[in-house]
Each structure stands twice: as structure tokens, then as C-alpha cells.
């Protein structure tokens, strides 16, 4: 079992930029690539950035490529997503889970997913 916390989102207005943290607990860290999803109001999970499990190599939706960035720390068993030029259509929920898949867009192959966190970014 692994689990997951995501840091607290927040409101920014568009060019602004925000960086979410994912802490995990539980099993091996090392042992999971980690992925971002987000979830606007009435739209489909959307896939966001994912990281391997050394962080060597990181994946990107195409619509967030240049601007997010995913990197973590398996010292500190945490994944983070820096988010710059934040656009409005950026606003949802973002979540981040595990899996032992690398690369994987595929929201069925991870199986552990945190509570999702907030972002917001106005006009």
C-alpha cells in the first residue's frame, strides 16, 4: 500500500505559477513511478506529466509540455509538479498516484491515488 498527499493548491491569475508536492508513505517509494491527473468540472481525467521511478525520465501531455515540470526527491519520498504560466483552462483538480508502469498515460495503471488538490487560475 502506498499512500498519498498532495500539498495544497491555490488560486493564481493567468503567467502566475504554482508547485504542487505529492508525499508518499508506505511501500518502497523508489519502487513506483508517479504520475498527475487533473479533473476539470465536467471533463474527463485528463493525464498531466509522469515521472520514472529513478526520475531519469518524465513524460508530458502535450498541452502542459514547456510550462510543467515533474521531478522528485526519493530522499525525501516526494514528487513535485511546478506549474508556470498558468493558463485559465489550467483550473482543476490535480491528483497524483503511483504505478509500476513507466510512462504511462493510462489513468487504470495506477493503483494508488491521492485526495487531489485545487488549482485555480483566473483571467
Known amino acids: 500500500q502506498v499512500q498519498l498527499v498532495e500539498s495544497r493548491g491555490g488560486w493564481v491569475q493567468a503567467g502566475g505559477s504554482l508547485r504542487l508536492s505529492c508525499a508518499a508513505s508506505?511501500?518502497?517509494?523508489?519502487?513506483?513511478?508517479i504520475g498527475w491527473f487533473r479533473q476539470a468540472p465536467g471533463k474527463d481525467r485528463e493525464f498531466v506529466a509522469a515521472i520514472s521511478m529513478s526520475g531519469k525520465s518524465t513524460y508530458y501531455n502535450d498541452s502542459v509540455k514547456g510550462r510543467f515540470t515533474i521531478s522528485r526527491d526519493n530522499v525525501k519520498n516526494t514528487v513535485y509538479l511546478q506549474l508556470n504560466s498558468l493558463k485559465p483552462v489550467d483550473t482543476a483538480v490535480y491528483y497524483c498516484?503511483?504505478?509500476?508502469?513507466?510512462?504511462?498515460?493510462?489513468?487504470?495503471?495506477?493503483?494508488?491515488w491521492g485526495q487531489g488538490t485545487q488549482v485555480t487560475v483566473s483571467s
Open positions: 498516484a503511483a504505478t509500476t508502469v513507466v510512462g504511462t498515460s493510462a489513468d487504470w495503471e495506477y493503483n494508488y
Open positions: 508506505g511501500r518502497t517509494f523508489s519502487n513506483y513511478a
